[in-house]
């Protein structure tokens, strides 16, 4: 027999504390400031949903610390994946809400909310560690503000996350135990070196043959196309992509890089659609972030213009430098760079292709 009460919704949303949590600091002067209400709302809204991408990202992450993930878990990570970048669109949106605030509604209060800023937001800094921004791959103007703004309480938590494993970390991992970088007894790479040397040889020829290029203009095509060159030709080079990756140019290791180029390139082979969609949901994670710091960056030249922010930073500026390079997902948007169109593609064995699509036994 169940003797459980009957559930309430005010008690099991507990709003008695949510819609009780509004404070305005305006109010302790005498003189409550309108617009406040709205901007503490907003930045509420923004750490329930950042609790949520952190639920979905330790889910992802508990996944991927398998060492045989299923396809059905595979499932599940593109469906949790998918919902984050259905939160990050809603976290977009609701900047328009705060830019209905003017600059003399936000200074009715800004003074009595420092020295309290966006800088402290624990949840954001976690998820960007999660995701595979740590401290180290940050450059130096971000790792002046990455804590410093932080209790020493939240410090810890923060530089314990930023030990452990991430998405990129796991994803990497992942792609590494793929057997692609030697498909088809190296078959497969050798035929595409071959193709990808004979359509930049191709290139090159009418480069040099174009009559109506000016001679700085070919001399700059033909050192693009020997970068491209020389980019094809660490992939099958260890000791020349691990320079790259000292250098930090690359974070992406050779095999897990390899493996990605191949899942894109033939991603209509059933059993790589789903790790084709992984990717691309990496992709637009990283965009969407990227779009929400340049309009955070927008939203606070607006209301701040050139002042410094309450957490001392410089506002606008800081946001906008920041916006490129924080990307986490880089070396996954550059694999575009290596794929060639489908008419050109190294033709899989019957036997790869038998293991790359759905079979079944009676």
Do not use: C
């Not at 692609?180 to 497969?188: A, L, N, R, S």
């Amino acid at each position: 027999m169940n003797n459980k009460n009957p559930l309430y919704y005010a008690e099991y949303l507990q709003l008695d504390k949510i819609l009780g949590a509004q404070k305005p600091e305006s109010e302790k002067s005498g003189t409550a400031a309108h617009d406040e209400t709205l901007f503490i709302i907003i930045h509420q809204t923004y750490e329930l949903w950042f609790k949520q991408i952190l639920h979905e990202i330790d889910s992802m992450l508990e996944l991927f610390q398998q060492d045989y993930i299923p396809e059905n878990a595979l499932h599940t990570v593109v469906l949790r994946l998918k919902r984050v970048t259905e939160i990050q669109k809603v976290l977009n949106d609701q900047i328009r809400i705060i830019e209905t605030m003017t600059p003399l509604d936000f200074l009715d209060f800004r003074d009595s909310l420092q020295p309290a800023s966006g800088f402290q937001s624990l949840q954001f800094r976690q998820v960007e560690v999660k995701l595979g921004l740590k401290y180290k791959y940050r450059n130096e103007m971000e790792k002046k503000f990455f804590n410093i703004r932080l209790s020493k309480e939240d410090q810890k938590l923060l530089a314990k996350v930023d030990n452990e494993p991430s998405v990129f970390e796991m994803v990497e991992k992942w792609l590494e135990r793929m057997p692609f970088d030697k498909i088809d007894g190296g078959k497969y790479w050798k035929e595409f070196k071959n193709i990808v040397a004979s359509t930049l040889d191709h290139d090159r020829k009418v480069i040099e043959n174009n009559p109506f290029l000016p001679p700085e203009q070919k001399k700059m095509e033909l050192n693009n196309l020997n970068a491209t060159l020389h980019s094809f030709e660490v992939l099958f080079d260890d000791k020349e992509y691990q320079k790259v990756l000292d250098s930090g140019e690359r974070r992406l290791s050779r095999r897990a890089t390899l493996s990605a180029i191949f899942i894109l390139l033939n991603r209509d082979e059933p059993i790589l659609s789903l790790p084709f969609e992984i990717i691309q949901a990496l992709l637009d994670i990283d965009e969407l972030f990227t779009i929400w710091r340049y309009r955070h960056a927008m939203m606070a030249q607006r209301l701040l213009g050139s002042k410094i922010g309450t957490g001392g930073s410089s506002g606008h500026e800081y946001l906008r430098k920041t916006t490129e390079s924080s990307r986490i997902f880089t070396d996954f948007f550059n694999l575009a760079s290596f794929l060639i169109p489908r008419k050109q593609l190294p033709v899989l064995s019957n036997e790869v292709k038998t293991q790359l699509g759905f079979s079944f036994q009676k």
